[in-house]
Protein backbone atom coordinates (compact mmCIF):
# COMPACT_ATOMS: atom_id res chain seq x y z
CA UNK A 1 0.00 0.00 0.00
CA UNK A 2 1.01 3.35 -0.13
CA UNK A 3 4.03 4.48 2.13
CA UNK A 4 2.41 7.40 2.68
CA UNK A 5 5.19 9.08 5.72
CA UNK A 6 7.60 8.45 2.75
CA UNK A 7 6.38 10.45 -0.03
CA UNK A 8 4.44 13.31 1.86
CA UNK A 9 5.36 13.75 5.91
CA UNK A 10 9.37 14.48 5.38
CA UNK A 11 8.53 17.01 3.20
CA UNK A 12 5.55 18.53 5.06
CA UNK A 13 6.91 18.13 8.58
CA UNK A 14 9.59 21.07 7.69
CA UNK A 15 6.68 23.06 5.76
CA UNK A 16 3.94 22.73 8.59
CA UNK A 17 7.33 24.01 11.02
CA UNK A 18 6.59 27.56 8.91
CA UNK A 19 2.97 27.85 8.78
CA UNK A 20 0.98 29.18 12.25
CA UNK A 21 -2.38 28.95 11.10
CA UNK A 22 -4.56 31.67 11.07
CA UNK A 23 -1.55 33.86 11.54
CA UNK A 24 0.16 36.31 9.03
CA UNK A 25 3.64 34.99 9.21
CA UNK A 26 6.09 35.40 6.55
CA UNK A 27 4.96 33.23 2.95
CA UNK A 28 7.40 30.15 2.61
CA UNK A 29 8.90 30.41 -0.35
CA UNK A 30 7.96 28.92 -3.39
CA UNK A 31 8.63 24.92 -3.70
CA UNK A 32 11.00 23.84 -6.34
CA UNK A 33 10.29 23.37 -9.92
CA UNK A 34 8.17 20.16 -10.20
CA UNK A 35 9.72 17.15 -11.90
CA UNK A 36 7.87 16.52 -15.53
CA UNK A 37 4.40 14.58 -14.42
CA UNK A 38 4.47 10.82 -15.90
CA UNK A 39 1.85 9.90 -18.05
CA UNK A 40 -0.61 8.23 -16.17
CA UNK A 41 -0.54 4.67 -18.30
CA UNK A 42 3.39 4.85 -17.63
CA UNK A 43 3.50 1.24 -16.23
CA UNK A 44 2.34 -0.13 -19.48
CA UNK A 45 5.16 2.11 -21.95
CA UNK A 46 8.10 1.07 -22.99
CA UNK A 47 11.48 1.95 -22.31
CA UNK A 48 12.77 1.95 -26.13
CA UNK A 49 9.94 3.41 -27.23
CA UNK A 50 8.51 5.87 -24.81
CA UNK A 51 11.51 6.47 -22.44
CA UNK A 52 9.59 4.91 -19.74
CA UNK A 53 10.10 1.65 -17.71
CA UNK A 54 6.72 0.06 -18.41
CA UNK A 55 5.87 -3.62 -19.24
CA UNK A 56 5.87 -2.95 -23.38
CA UNK A 57 2.43 -3.46 -23.26
CA UNK A 58 2.27 -2.24 -26.74
CA UNK A 59 4.26 -4.44 -28.66
CA UNK A 60 3.16 -7.11 -26.90
CA UNK A 61 -0.52 -6.98 -28.15
CA UNK A 62 1.04 -6.45 -31.59
CA UNK A 63 2.46 -9.71 -31.21
CA UNK A 64 -0.72 -11.11 -30.40
CA UNK A 65 -2.74 -9.04 -33.24
CA UNK A 66 -5.86 -11.22 -34.59
CA UNK A 67 -5.66 -14.18 -32.35
CA UNK A 68 -8.30 -15.78 -30.52
CA UNK A 69 -8.22 -15.46 -26.34
CA UNK A 70 -9.36 -17.15 -23.79
CA UNK A 71 -10.68 -15.65 -20.65
CA UNK A 72 -8.69 -16.25 -17.18
CA UNK A 73 -10.23 -16.18 -13.88
CA UNK A 74 -7.91 -14.01 -11.77
CA UNK A 75 -8.46 -13.94 -7.90
CA UNK A 76 -7.43 -10.93 -5.77
CA UNK A 77 -7.39 -11.43 -1.59
CA UNK A 78 -7.17 -7.95 -1.11
CA UNK A 79 -9.29 -5.32 0.34
CA UNK A 80 -12.61 -5.87 -1.14
CA UNK A 81 -13.53 -4.14 -4.48
CA UNK A 82 -16.16 -1.31 -5.86
CA UNK A 83 -18.34 -4.08 -7.65
CA UNK A 84 -20.40 -1.01 -9.34
CA UNK A 85 -16.73 0.78 -10.44
CA UNK A 86 -17.62 1.06 -14.08
CA UNK A 87 -14.09 -0.11 -15.22
CA UNK A 88 -14.29 -3.52 -13.33
CA UNK A 89 -17.77 -4.12 -13.43
CA UNK A 90 -17.90 -5.65 -16.92
CA UNK A 91 -14.81 -7.98 -16.40
CA UNK A 92 -15.89 -9.40 -12.32
CA UNK A 93 -16.53 -12.83 -12.70
CA UNK A 94 -19.73 -14.25 -11.71
CA UNK A 95 -20.31 -17.47 -10.26
CA UNK A 96 -22.51 -19.44 -12.79
CA UNK A 97 -24.15 -21.74 -10.72
CA UNK A 98 -25.17 -19.22 -7.94
CA UNK A 99 -28.41 -17.39 -8.04
CA UNK A 100 -28.25 -13.86 -6.53
CA UNK A 101 -29.79 -12.44 -3.73
CA UNK A 102 -31.99 -15.39 -3.26
CA UNK A 103 -30.40 -16.30 0.41
CA UNK A 104 -29.60 -19.91 -0.63
CA UNK A 105 -26.33 -21.86 -1.48
CA UNK A 106 -27.43 -22.67 -4.83
CA UNK A 107 -23.60 -23.82 -5.68
CA UNK A 108 -23.24 -26.18 -2.22
CA UNK A 109 -19.90 -24.29 -1.83
CA UNK A 110 -20.53 -22.95 1.78
CA UNK A 111 -20.63 -19.39 0.67
CA UNK A 112 -24.52 -18.47 0.43
CA UNK A 113 -24.97 -16.08 -2.68
CA UNK A 114 -21.12 -15.60 -3.19
CA UNK A 115 -21.74 -13.90 -7.13
CA UNK A 116 -18.42 -12.56 -7.55
CA UNK A 117 -16.61 -13.82 -4.35
CA UNK A 118 -16.40 -13.52 -0.95
CA UNK A 119 -16.04 -11.70 2.23
CA UNK A 120 -13.92 -13.31 4.98
CA UNK A 121 -14.24 -10.15 7.50
CA UNK A 122 -17.99 -9.74 6.96
CA UNK A 123 -20.44 -10.27 9.85
CA UNK A 124 -24.32 -10.21 9.91
CA UNK A 125 -26.24 -6.52 9.16
CA UNK A 126 -23.64 -6.09 6.21
CA UNK A 127 -21.01 -5.24 8.97
CA UNK A 128 -17.40 -5.88 8.37
CA UNK A 129 -13.79 -6.05 10.56
CA UNK A 130 -12.05 -3.83 8.12
CA UNK A 131 -9.70 -2.18 11.17
CA UNK A 132 -7.53 -4.62 12.42
CA UNK A 133 -4.00 -4.25 14.30
CA UNK A 134 -1.08 -5.67 13.19
CA UNK A 135 -0.33 -9.83 14.11
CA UNK A 136 2.26 -8.86 16.85
CA UNK A 137 0.06 -6.86 18.77
CA UNK A 138 -2.51 -9.20 18.85
CA UNK A 139 -0.06 -12.37 19.24
CA UNK A 140 1.34 -9.77 22.77
CA UNK A 141 -1.66 -9.95 23.62
CA UNK A 142 -2.49 -13.40 23.34
CA UNK A 143 0.30 -14.56 24.86
CA UNK A 144 1.84 -12.13 27.42
CA UNK A 145 -0.57 -13.61 30.43
CA UNK A 146 1.57 -16.29 29.84
CA UNK A 147 5.21 -15.24 29.49
CA UNK A 148 5.57 -11.55 30.89
CA UNK A 149 6.62 -12.80 33.91
CA UNK A 150 8.33 -15.69 32.91
CA UNK A 151 12.41 -16.11 31.84
CA UNK A 152 13.79 -18.79 29.57
CA UNK A 153 15.46 -20.82 32.11
CA UNK A 154 11.96 -21.47 34.10
CA UNK A 155 9.78 -21.58 30.81
CA UNK A 156 8.68 -24.90 30.15
CA UNK A 157 7.96 -24.98 26.62
CA UNK A 158 10.92 -23.63 25.65
CA UNK A 159 9.64 -23.28 21.91
CA UNK A 160 6.81 -21.50 22.45
CA UNK A 161 8.76 -18.93 24.47
CA UNK A 162 10.89 -18.20 21.72
CA UNK A 163 8.05 -17.13 20.21
CA UNK A 164 7.26 -14.95 22.77
CA UNK A 165 10.04 -13.31 22.79
CA UNK A 166 10.74 -12.99 19.19
CA UNK A 167 6.72 -11.72 19.52
CA UNK A 168 7.49 -9.09 22.23
CA UNK A 169 10.59 -7.21 20.10
CA UNK A 170 8.64 -7.28 16.97
CA UNK A 171 5.55 -5.77 19.14
CA UNK A 172 7.77 -3.09 21.10
CA UNK A 173 9.24 -2.02 17.97
CA UNK A 174 5.97 -1.53 16.51
CA UNK A 175 4.37 0.17 19.18
CA UNK A 176 7.38 2.84 19.26
CA UNK A 177 7.16 3.15 15.62
CA UNK A 178 3.65 3.92 15.93
CA UNK A 179 3.82 6.02 18.73
CA UNK A 180 6.72 8.79 16.80
CA UNK A 181 5.19 8.59 14.00
CA UNK A 182 1.48 9.22 15.16
CA UNK A 183 3.32 11.97 17.34
CA UNK A 184 4.65 13.27 13.87
CA UNK A 185 1.75 12.82 11.37
CA UNK A 186 -1.13 13.84 13.48
CA UNK A 187 -0.16 17.61 13.54
CA UNK A 188 0.25 17.31 9.65
CA UNK A 189 -3.11 16.31 8.98
CA UNK A 190 -3.88 19.12 11.37
CA UNK A 191 -2.04 21.54 9.24
CA UNK A 192 -3.91 19.83 6.03
CA UNK A 193 -7.35 19.88 7.20
CA UNK A 194 -6.53 23.35 7.93
CA UNK A 195 -5.02 24.26 5.11
CA UNK A 196 -7.21 22.44 2.79
CA UNK A 197 -10.34 24.82 4.12
CA UNK A 198 -8.53 28.07 3.27
CA UNK A 199 -8.27 26.75 -0.28
CA UNK A 200 -11.47 25.43 -0.88
CA UNK A 201 -12.85 28.65 0.72
CA UNK A 202 -10.62 31.03 -1.69
CA UNK A 203 -11.76 28.74 -4.73
CA UNK A 204 -15.18 28.76 -3.87
CA UNK A 205 -15.30 24.92 -3.19
CA UNK A 206 -18.11 23.93 -0.86
CA UNK A 207 -17.27 21.57 2.33
CA UNK A 208 -17.47 18.12 0.33
CA UNK A 209 -15.41 20.15 -2.94
CA UNK A 210 -11.81 19.43 -3.62
CA UNK A 211 -8.88 20.76 -5.30
CA UNK A 212 -5.74 19.62 -7.64
CA UNK A 213 -2.49 21.29 -8.32
CA UNK A 214 -3.79 22.52 -11.41
CA UNK A 215 -6.35 24.85 -9.49
CA UNK A 216 -3.97 26.25 -7.15
CA UNK A 217 -2.52 28.41 -10.21
CA UNK A 218 -5.96 30.08 -9.89
CA UNK A 219 -5.13 31.94 -6.65
CA UNK A 220 -3.37 34.64 -6.49
CA UNK A 221 -3.92 36.49 -2.80
CA UNK A 222 -2.31 39.33 -0.50
CA UNK A 223 -2.84 37.16 2.60
CA UNK A 224 -0.03 35.37 3.80
CA UNK A 225 -2.07 32.70 5.23
CA UNK A 226 -3.51 32.05 2.10
CA UNK A 227 -0.77 32.18 -0.39
CA UNK A 228 1.37 29.55 2.80
CA UNK A 229 -1.40 27.51 2.31
CA UNK A 230 -1.44 27.44 -1.30
CA UNK A 231 2.99 26.93 -1.14
CA UNK A 232 2.63 23.74 1.10
CA UNK A 233 0.03 22.01 -0.87
CA UNK A 234 2.05 22.80 -4.19
CA UNK A 235 4.58 21.15 -2.12
CA UNK A 236 2.58 18.20 -1.36
CA UNK A 237 1.24 17.79 -4.56
CA UNK A 238 4.96 17.81 -6.27
CA UNK A 239 5.91 15.22 -3.95
CA UNK A 240 3.05 12.75 -4.67
CA UNK A 241 3.34 13.49 -8.43
CA UNK A 242 0.20 12.14 -10.30
CA UNK A 243 -3.51 13.25 -9.96
CA UNK A 244 -4.00 13.80 -6.62
CA UNK A 245 -6.26 15.87 -5.35
CA UNK A 246 -6.54 17.08 -1.77
CA UNK A 247 -9.26 14.93 -0.34
CA UNK A 248 -7.42 11.89 -1.33
CA UNK A 249 -3.67 12.80 0.47
CA UNK A 250 -6.27 13.86 3.45
CA UNK A 251 -8.10 10.49 2.97
CA UNK A 252 -4.57 8.59 2.68
CA UNK A 253 -3.15 10.14 5.92
CA UNK A 254 -6.18 9.64 7.50
CA UNK A 255 -6.14 6.02 6.87
CA UNK A 256 -2.67 5.55 7.79
CA UNK A 257 -3.33 7.24 11.62
CA UNK A 258 -6.30 4.82 11.99
CA UNK A 259 -3.90 2.17 11.15
CA UNK A 260 -1.16 3.37 13.68
CA UNK A 261 -4.03 3.53 16.45
CA UNK A 262 -4.95 0.28 15.94
CA UNK A 263 -1.78 -0.21 17.54
CA UNK A 264 -1.73 1.61 19.97
CA UNK A 265 -5.39 0.87 20.77
CA UNK A 266 -5.99 -2.39 19.67
CA UNK A 267 -9.64 -3.36 19.81
CA UNK A 268 -8.78 -7.08 20.23
CA UNK A 269 -12.77 -7.79 20.38
CA UNK A 270 -13.41 -7.09 16.61
CA UNK A 271 -12.92 -10.03 15.22
CA UNK A 272 -15.23 -11.98 17.48
CA UNK A 273 -17.79 -9.42 17.97
CA UNK A 274 -18.29 -8.75 14.03
CA UNK A 275 -17.32 -11.98 12.47
CA UNK A 276 -18.08 -14.35 14.89
CA UNK A 277 -15.31 -16.80 13.90
CA UNK A 278 -11.93 -17.98 16.02
CA UNK A 279 -8.92 -17.37 13.81
CA UNK A 280 -7.08 -19.80 16.17
CA UNK A 281 -9.23 -22.36 15.29
CA UNK A 282 -9.06 -23.90 11.95
CA UNK A 283 -12.35 -25.81 11.12
CA UNK A 284 -14.97 -26.03 7.99
CA UNK A 285 -17.81 -23.99 9.80
CA UNK A 286 -18.62 -21.04 7.44
CA UNK A 287 -18.29 -17.45 7.65
CA UNK A 288 -18.18 -14.25 6.41
CA UNK A 289 -20.19 -12.83 3.55
CA UNK A 290 -20.76 -11.77 -0.01
CA UNK A 291 -20.57 -8.04 0.54
CA UNK A 292 -17.10 -6.64 -1.17
CA UNK A 293 -17.49 -3.01 -0.86
CA UNK A 294 -16.64 -1.45 2.46
CA UNK A 295 -15.06 2.09 2.85
CA UNK A 296 -11.51 0.58 2.79
CA UNK A 297 -11.78 -1.09 -0.57
CA UNK A 298 -9.77 1.98 -2.91
CA UNK A 299 -7.03 -0.31 -2.37
CA UNK A 300 -8.46 -3.70 -3.81
CA UNK A 301 -10.24 -1.65 -6.51
CA UNK A 302 -7.04 -0.18 -7.57
CA UNK A 303 -5.58 -4.20 -7.95
CA UNK A 304 -8.24 -5.19 -9.72
CA UNK A 305 -8.10 -2.34 -12.46
CA UNK A 306 -4.24 -2.56 -12.91
CA UNK A 307 -5.09 -6.64 -14.04
CA UNK A 308 -7.86 -5.93 -16.02
CA UNK A 309 -9.67 -2.60 -16.06
CA UNK A 310 -11.92 -2.30 -19.44
CA UNK A 311 -9.25 -1.35 -22.18
CA UNK A 312 -9.95 1.16 -25.35
CA UNK A 313 -13.35 2.50 -23.31
CA UNK A 314 -12.21 6.34 -22.71
CA UNK A 315 -12.55 6.15 -19.12
CA UNK A 316 -10.09 5.55 -16.70
CA UNK A 317 -7.34 3.47 -16.91
CA UNK A 318 -6.54 0.41 -19.08
CA UNK A 319 -5.67 -2.65 -17.52
CA UNK A 320 -2.67 -4.98 -18.55
CA UNK A 321 -5.24 -8.09 -19.58
CA UNK A 322 -7.91 -8.11 -21.81
CA UNK A 323 -10.25 -10.70 -21.17
CA UNK A 324 -10.03 -11.75 -17.80
CA UNK A 325 -13.01 -12.06 -15.16
CA UNK A 326 -11.96 -10.53 -11.35
CA UNK A 327 -13.03 -12.68 -8.74
CA UNK A 328 -13.02 -10.46 -5.49
CA UNK A 329 -11.54 -12.24 -1.98
CA UNK A 330 -11.94 -9.41 0.99
CA UNK A 331 -9.91 -10.60 3.33
CA UNK A 332 -7.34 -7.83 4.39
CA UNK A 333 -8.53 -5.43 6.68
CA UNK A 334 -6.41 -2.17 7.41
CA UNK A 335 -4.20 -4.02 9.63
CA UNK A 336 -2.56 -7.15 9.39
CA UNK A 337 -4.35 -9.70 7.09
CA UNK A 338 -5.58 -13.15 9.46
CA UNK A 339 -3.24 -17.02 8.27
CA UNK A 340 -6.73 -18.56 8.50
CA UNK A 341 -8.56 -15.87 6.13
CA UNK A 342 -6.24 -16.07 3.69
CA UNK A 343 -5.78 -19.57 3.81
CA UNK A 344 -9.65 -20.12 3.21
CA UNK A 345 -9.15 -17.12 0.64
CA UNK A 346 -6.61 -19.20 -1.51
CA UNK A 347 -8.74 -22.44 -1.36
CA UNK A 348 -11.94 -20.39 -1.94
CA UNK A 349 -10.00 -18.99 -5.47
CA UNK A 350 -8.83 -22.35 -6.65
CA UNK A 351 -11.96 -23.94 -5.76
CA UNK A 352 -14.29 -21.81 -7.89
CA UNK A 353 -12.06 -21.70 -10.74
CA UNK A 354 -9.43 -18.87 -10.59
CA UNK A 355 -6.18 -19.53 -12.38
CA UNK A 356 -4.08 -16.56 -10.94
CA UNK A 357 -4.19 -15.53 -7.22
CA UNK A 358 -2.95 -12.06 -6.63
CA UNK A 359 -2.05 -11.30 -3.03
CA UNK A 360 -0.78 -7.65 -2.61
CA UNK A 361 -0.60 -7.94 1.61
CA UNK A 362 1.98 -9.30 4.18
CA UNK A 363 3.18 -9.33 7.82
CA UNK A 364 6.19 -9.73 10.12
CA UNK A 365 4.82 -12.69 11.57
CA UNK A 366 2.28 -16.09 10.76
CA UNK A 367 1.00 -17.83 14.02
CA UNK A 368 -0.84 -20.05 11.36
CA UNK A 369 1.69 -20.19 9.12
CA UNK A 370 0.73 -24.17 7.97
CA UNK A 371 -2.18 -23.40 7.21
CA UNK A 372 -1.52 -20.63 4.59
CA UNK A 373 1.85 -23.35 3.34
CA UNK A 374 -1.38 -26.46 3.19
CA UNK A 375 -2.82 -23.98 1.19
CA UNK A 376 0.09 -22.51 -1.24
CA UNK A 377 0.47 -26.99 -1.55
CA UNK A 378 -3.44 -26.94 -2.91
CA UNK A 379 -2.78 -24.40 -5.00
CA UNK A 380 -0.02 -25.70 -6.26
CA UNK A 381 -1.81 -29.19 -7.01
CA UNK A 382 -4.46 -27.71 -8.78
CA UNK A 383 -1.97 -26.26 -11.13
CA UNK A 384 -2.61 -22.15 -10.05
CA UNK A 385 -0.05 -19.57 -9.67
CA UNK A 386 0.30 -17.34 -7.19
CA UNK A 387 1.55 -13.41 -7.74
CA UNK A 388 2.47 -11.99 -4.18
CA UNK A 389 4.18 -8.09 -3.03
CA UNK A 390 7.37 -8.87 -1.65
CA UNK A 391 6.28 -5.77 0.70
CA UNK A 392 7.20 -1.96 1.60
CA UNK A 393 9.73 -2.28 4.24
CA UNK A 394 13.05 -1.62 2.30
CA UNK A 395 14.49 -4.67 3.94
CA UNK A 396 16.22 -7.89 2.82
CA UNK A 397 13.41 -10.16 2.91
CA UNK A 398 16.23 -13.39 2.52
CA UNK A 399 17.00 -11.91 6.34
CA UNK A 400 14.11 -11.07 7.41
CA UNK A 401 11.47 -12.55 6.07
CA UNK A 402 7.94 -11.31 5.37
CA UNK A 403 4.55 -13.83 5.54
CA UNK A 404 3.52 -15.37 4.13
CA UNK A 405 6.25 -17.31 1.80
CA UNK A 406 7.12 -20.23 0.13
CA UNK A 407 9.58 -21.34 2.98
CA UNK A 408 7.45 -23.29 4.70
CA UNK A 409 7.38 -23.94 7.83
CA UNK A 410 8.19 -27.77 7.87
CA UNK A 411 11.61 -27.29 5.76
CA UNK A 412 9.83 -29.59 2.93
CA UNK A 413 9.95 -26.48 0.65
CA UNK A 414 12.06 -23.22 -0.17
CA UNK A 415 11.00 -22.04 -3.48
CA UNK A 416 7.37 -23.40 -4.72
CA UNK A 417 7.16 -23.68 -9.07
CA UNK A 418 3.74 -21.89 -8.95
CA UNK A 419 4.70 -18.55 -6.88
CA UNK A 420 6.01 -15.03 -7.84
CA UNK A 421 7.19 -12.38 -5.49
CA UNK A 422 7.21 -9.14 -6.66
CA UNK A 423 9.30 -6.25 -5.80
CA UNK A 424 8.30 -2.28 -7.06
CA UNK A 425 10.13 -0.41 -9.75
CA UNK A 426 10.04 2.89 -11.34
CA UNK A 427 9.05 5.28 -14.14
CA UNK A 428 12.87 6.09 -15.14
CA UNK A 429 15.87 3.92 -15.90
CA UNK A 430 18.16 5.75 -13.41
CA UNK A 431 19.61 5.06 -9.51
CA UNK A 432 16.03 5.49 -8.71
CA UNK A 433 15.01 2.65 -10.79
CA UNK A 434 14.61 0.36 -7.45
CA UNK A 435 11.30 1.24 -5.22
CA UNK A 436 12.54 3.32 -2.02
CA UNK A 437 10.47 1.56 -0.02
CA UNK A 438 10.43 -1.89 -1.87
CA UNK A 439 11.65 -4.96 -0.37
CA UNK A 440 14.23 -6.83 -1.71
CA UNK A 441 16.02 -9.92 -1.58
CA UNK A 442 18.03 -12.07 -4.07
CA UNK A 443 16.65 -15.48 -3.47
CA UNK A 444 13.43 -14.71 -2.15
CA UNK A 445 11.92 -11.48 -4.46
CA UNK A 446 11.52 -13.16 -8.24
CA UNK A 447 11.32 -9.82 -10.08
CA UNK A 448 10.50 -6.44 -10.18
CA UNK A 449 7.76 -4.45 -11.71
CA UNK A 450 6.26 -0.70 -11.98
CA UNK A 451 5.46 0.52 -8.44
CA UNK A 452 6.15 3.77 -7.80
CA UNK A 453 3.43 6.44 -8.21
CA UNK A 454 1.58 3.84 -10.40
CA UNK A 455 -2.19 5.10 -11.51
CA UNK A 456 -5.25 2.82 -11.15
CA UNK A 457 -8.77 3.10 -10.74
CA UNK A 458 -9.95 3.75 -6.97
CA UNK A 459 -13.37 3.30 -5.47
CA UNK A 460 -14.64 6.80 -5.30
CA UNK A 461 -12.83 8.73 -8.03
CA UNK A 462 -11.99 7.97 -11.35
CA UNK A 463 -7.70 7.66 -10.66
CA UNK A 464 -5.45 7.27 -7.62
CA UNK A 465 -1.95 7.57 -7.69
CA UNK A 466 0.02 5.41 -5.13
CA UNK A 467 3.37 3.81 -4.38
CA UNK A 468 3.55 0.23 -3.75
CA UNK A 469 4.85 -3.49 -4.22
CA UNK A 470 0.64 -3.57 -3.85
CA UNK A 471 0.33 -2.75 -7.66
CA UNK A 472 3.98 -4.12 -8.73
CA UNK A 473 1.99 -7.04 -7.77
CA UNK A 474 -1.16 -6.67 -9.83
CA UNK A 475 0.76 -5.60 -13.08
CA UNK A 476 2.52 -8.74 -12.91
CA UNK A 477 -0.47 -10.67 -12.36
CA UNK A 478 -2.05 -9.09 -15.30
CA UNK A 479 1.15 -9.87 -17.61
CA UNK A 480 0.29 -13.62 -16.65
CA UNK A 481 -3.10 -13.23 -17.33
CA UNK A 482 -2.33 -12.00 -20.82
CA UNK A 483 0.05 -14.62 -21.34
CA UNK A 484 -2.54 -17.68 -20.07
CA UNK A 485 -5.32 -15.71 -22.11
CA UNK A 486 -3.12 -16.39 -25.27
CA UNK A 487 -1.69 -19.81 -24.11
CA UNK A 488 -4.23 -21.64 -21.79
CA UNK A 489 -2.26 -24.56 -22.25
CA UNK A 490 0.68 -23.35 -19.85
CA UNK A 491 1.15 -24.77 -16.92
CA UNK A 492 1.39 -22.15 -13.67
CA UNK A 493 5.09 -23.31 -13.35
CA UNK A 494 5.78 -22.72 -16.94
CA UNK A 495 3.81 -19.49 -16.11
CA UNK A 496 6.32 -18.60 -13.79
CA UNK A 497 8.99 -19.42 -15.95
CA UNK A 498 8.05 -16.95 -19.02
CA UNK A 499 7.27 -14.22 -16.40
CA UNK A 500 10.80 -14.79 -15.09
CA UNK A 501 12.61 -14.79 -18.45
CA UNK A 502 10.96 -11.98 -20.00
CA UNK A 503 12.66 -9.76 -17.17
CA UNK A 504 16.20 -9.15 -18.57
CA UNK A 505 18.80 -8.56 -15.84
CA UNK A 506 19.81 -5.50 -15.91
CA UNK A 507 23.91 -5.91 -15.39
CA UNK A 508 25.71 -2.89 -14.35
CA UNK A 509 22.92 -0.70 -13.50
CA UNK A 510 23.31 0.83 -10.71
CA UNK A 511 20.43 2.41 -8.39
CA UNK A 512 20.07 3.09 -4.90
CA UNK A 513 19.49 0.60 -2.56
CA UNK A 514 16.08 0.83 -0.87
CA UNK A 515 16.09 2.99 2.17
CA UNK A 516 18.99 4.75 1.13
CA UNK A 517 19.84 7.80 -0.38
CA UNK A 518 23.42 6.91 -0.41
CA UNK A 519 24.42 3.49 -0.58
CA UNK A 520 24.42 2.29 -4.18
CA UNK A 521 24.19 -1.76 -5.69
CA UNK A 522 23.79 -3.39 -8.61
CA UNK A 523 20.13 -3.62 -9.97
CA UNK A 524 20.61 -7.44 -10.23
CA UNK A 525 21.57 -8.02 -6.99
CA UNK A 526 17.87 -7.52 -5.71
CA UNK A 527 16.24 -9.95 -7.02
CA UNK A 528 16.42 -13.31 -8.35
CA UNK A 529 15.97 -12.50 -12.41
CA UNK A 530 17.61 -8.79 -11.57
CA UNK A 531 15.36 -7.43 -14.18
CA UNK A 532 11.55 -5.94 -14.31
CA UNK A 533 8.79 -8.20 -15.98
CA UNK A 534 8.03 -7.05 -19.73
CA UNK A 535 4.81 -8.49 -21.58
CA UNK A 536 6.30 -8.53 -24.59
CA UNK A 537 9.12 -10.62 -24.19
CA UNK A 538 6.37 -12.54 -21.81
CA UNK A 539 4.45 -13.42 -24.78
CA UNK A 540 7.67 -14.21 -26.90
CA UNK A 541 8.90 -16.88 -24.88
CA UNK A 542 5.50 -18.52 -24.58
CA UNK A 543 5.12 -18.63 -28.05
CA UNK A 544 8.45 -21.50 -28.16
CA UNK A 545 6.76 -23.43 -24.62
CA UNK A 546 4.66 -26.76 -25.63
CA UNK A 547 2.01 -26.69 -22.80
CA UNK A 548 1.83 -28.79 -19.98
CA UNK A 549 -1.62 -27.73 -18.16
CA UNK A 550 -3.94 -31.12 -17.97
Do not use: C
Amino acid sequence: MLNFKQTIAAPLLASALLLTVGAHAQTPAAPAAPAAELPKNWHLLDLKTDGYFGISLTPAYELIKGKKSKTVVVATIDSGIDTAQKDLAPILWVNPKEKAANGKDDDKNGYVDDVHGWNFLGGPGGKADYTETTEEVREYNRLKGKYASITAANATDKKEFAYWQQVKATHDTTVAKAKTETDQLSPVLNVLMATSGYIKRELKLNAEGSFKKGDLEKITSANDTIMQSKAIWQSIFTQQGGDDDAAGVIKELSEYLTKLNNDLNPDLTSRQRIVGDNPDVWDTKPYGSNILKFPDASHGTGVAGLIGAVRNNGYGIDGVADNVRIMGIKAVPNGDEYDKDIAKAIRYAVDNGAKIINMSFGKKLSPHKKWVDEAFKYAASKDVLLVQAAGNDNQDVDAKPQFPNDTFEDGSVTDMDNVIVVGASAAKNDQELAGSFSNYGKKNVDVFAPGVKVTSVDKDAEFNTADGTSFASPITAGVAALVLEYYPKLSAKQLKQVILQSATPLNGTMVLKPGSKTDKVDFTTLSKTGGIVNAQKALEIAATLKGERK
